[in-house]
């Protein structure tokens, strides 16, 4: 007999299927079921997510992690084609004279000045871009996902957040690329690896897709973003705008781990830095909590800040930026590689214009890439109240 | 019940009872409720990430848990303790072998015991399996020949000594 099938017959009973007790049944169900899962994510994961990958398919994969939306047709700006929209893919900015600390308390005060209006709804518009290895073949194409998110500012019942997503297609990531990729015939679709396993692959259109619009009652009744718990627009409108208060504030959600998993070690200010970055990118906090936040990035020893860097749709910002660790697992061995986060703003005013991570040492999901490879982006098209109506 | 919960539900009804075997075949049953309590914990908080089948992803999470969690040294211990109830439990007429086999599998490094599980007694394809312990689907086929050869070895070594089910710690550790 093979060894394995007499491995298999010597399973002992117990570790067979029996089913598991009643009580045990209810408690693991409630303890699991009363955990709080974020609503809408404030911070688009620095890794690529590990999983999300096979929910539904290329559309939902590339927005596994999105807050909301895209536009369809003629409301959706067209987007930028590959060679305009990442002029290169290898970035290297020069390093700001002014310190660190100058340039971001400059834009604290350029963003505590900046006017705070409301409407019905906070409305957003970004566009993800995230860099991906083509099966089989030498050459990286770039995906881009389009997501528009409307937000209510009153809770209660019928109270919606709305999102719309649209592909807006996979392209190669530079003309050496688009030569590889015509020279394999240009496919109108791209297998590439998604190294959320071994060999896993996901195919991807190059034409835009579909938009889909959905839209949910607020997370509880009520919230409607994450920093790091769940908050509600009320709790996000109140939020300190006094520095230290507000790091205090957000530091009570920081349990010494990851914003996507508790098995993943992270350091206190590389937690707070994604955490702010999602209030700053994504979220209508007030012009003084803004301001607060800029403060409080400018106190983190770890952060850098360069000077003269574009993003993904071709403007020009200054970026504070901070190193993480990638791992696409927890327990990997081996060298983790080295990510630079970046929150990329407008010194004149405090608006962000994106956020991206740079490969600074290749590893887990950045194996493939080389240092200087924007790897994953998100620009914000829009961030504002609106009183118009969803989708 | 909404959706989310409902298919937290089926899933946890579909996959509760392997994962928790799995936990038990790493490190003994005194862990194990523990760790699987928290895996699905995650897994509700990641319900979006969670693909279908669900299996291997959750004993990756399971995986995770008990390694951050829980010491080697006390999952061997754990598992000592455990490898005791399982030679002790039965007395089907297979005894003997069965009790060969189990001594043999005592005997094998911690990894080569997890391949060998994730395949015999999850019945995990090499594919899935690589995905639990994190190795492309390759290479574990790879270490599960070199786990297959090596427990062959032990079970020779254990079928020419009569399995001496009260030493089975003290001879495992």
Not at chain 1, 32 to 56: D, E, N, Y
Not at chain 1, 342 to 371: C, H, N
Not at chain 2, 23 to 51: C, H, K, N
Request: glycine content about 6%.
């Amino acid at each position: 007999m093979n060894p394995i099938d007499q491995l298999r017959a010597a399973r002992p009973a117990h570790l067979g299927d029996t089913p598991v007790d009643e009580r045990t049944r209810a408690a693991e169900l409630s303890y699991a079921m009363a955990q709080t899962r974020p609503p809408v994510r404030a911070k688009r994961k620095i890794a690529r997510p590990v999983w999300g990958l096979s929910l539904a398919g290329a559309a939902a994969a590339v927005t596994a992690v999105a807050v909301a939306v895209s536009g369809a047709g003629g409301m959706t700006p067209r987007a930028p084609s590959s060679s305009q929209a990442a002029p290169s893919r290898t970035v290297q900015p020069k390093q700001v004279k002014l310190s660190a600390r100058a340039v971001l308390l400059a834009a604290a005060h350029q963003a505590a000045r900046q006017p705070d209006t409301t409407g019905a709804y906070w409305h957003t518009v970004s566009v993800r871009r995230s860099l991906w290895n083509v099966e089989g073949a030498d050459y990286t194409v770039m995906d881009r996902q389009r997501t528009e998110g409307w937000t209510p500012a009153a809770t209660g019942r019928g109270q919606e957040q709305w999102r719309r997503t649209q592909s807006l297609g996979a392209q190669p990531a530079t003309p050496e690329d688009e030569a590889a990729w015509k020279q394999a015939g240009s496919p109108t679709e791209i297998s590439v690896l998604t190294h959320r396993k071994p060999g896993d692959t996901l195919a991807l259109p190059t034409t835009p897709g579909k938009a889909k619009v959905s839209h949910d009652a607020l997370f509880e009744g009520d919230k409607v973003f994450w920093l790091g718990r769940n908050v509600t627009m009320k709790d996000l409108r109140g939020l300190p705008s006094e520095p230290g208060k507000l790091k205090a504030w957000l530091l009570r959600s920081y349990e010494g781990h990851g914003t996507e998993s508790s098995g993943s070690p992270m350091s206190s200010d590389a937690w707070l830095f994604a955490v702010t970055t999602g209030l700053i990118m994504e979220m209508p906090a007030t012009p003084q909590v803004r301001g607060a936040a800029f403060r409080m990035l400018a106190d983190l020893k770890s952060i850098k800040v360069i000077d003269n860097v574009t993003d993904a749709e071709g403007r020009t910002g200054t970026a504070v930026t901070l190193d993480v660790r990638s791992k696409i697992r927890v327990t990997d061995k081996g060298d983790s590689g080295i990510l630079q986060s970046r929150l990329i703003f407008d010194e004149a005013t405090g608006q962000a214009l994106a956020s991206e991570s740079v490969v600074v040492k290749p590893g887990g999901y950045q194996a493939d890439f080389a240092p200087g490879t924007m790897w994953d982006s998100q620009v914000v098209l829009e961030a504002g109240w609106t009183d118009d109506k969803p989708a | 019940m909404t959706d989310d919960s409902s298919r937290f539900t089926s899933m946890y009804d579909e996959c509760r009872q392997r994962v928790w075997a799995y936990v038990v075949s790493r490190a003994g049953r005194q862990v194990a409720d523990e760790v699987v309590s928290e895996t699905f914990a995650i897994a509700w908080r990641r319900l979006d990430d969670v693909p279908e089948p669900a299996l291997p992803w959750l004993l990756g999470v399971a995986r995770n848990v008990l390694r951050d969690n829980v010491r080697a040294e006390v999952r061997r211990e754990a598992l000592n303790a455990e490898l005791q109830t399982w030679a002790e439990g039965d007395v089907a007429d297979q005894v003997a072998e069965r009790l060969s086999v189990l001594k043999a599998l005592a005997e094998l490094s911690e990894d080569d015991r997890e391949i060998l599980i994730l395949t015999a007694w999850q019945e995990l394809s090499p594919r899935a399996a690589a995905h639990v312990v994190g190795c492309s689907p390759a290479a574990f086929r790879v270490r599960l020949h070199r786990a297959r050869k090596r427990l062959e070895q032990a079970m020779e070594t254990a079928t020419y000594s009569r399995p001496r089910v009260r030493n089975l710690s003290e001879e495992w550790s």
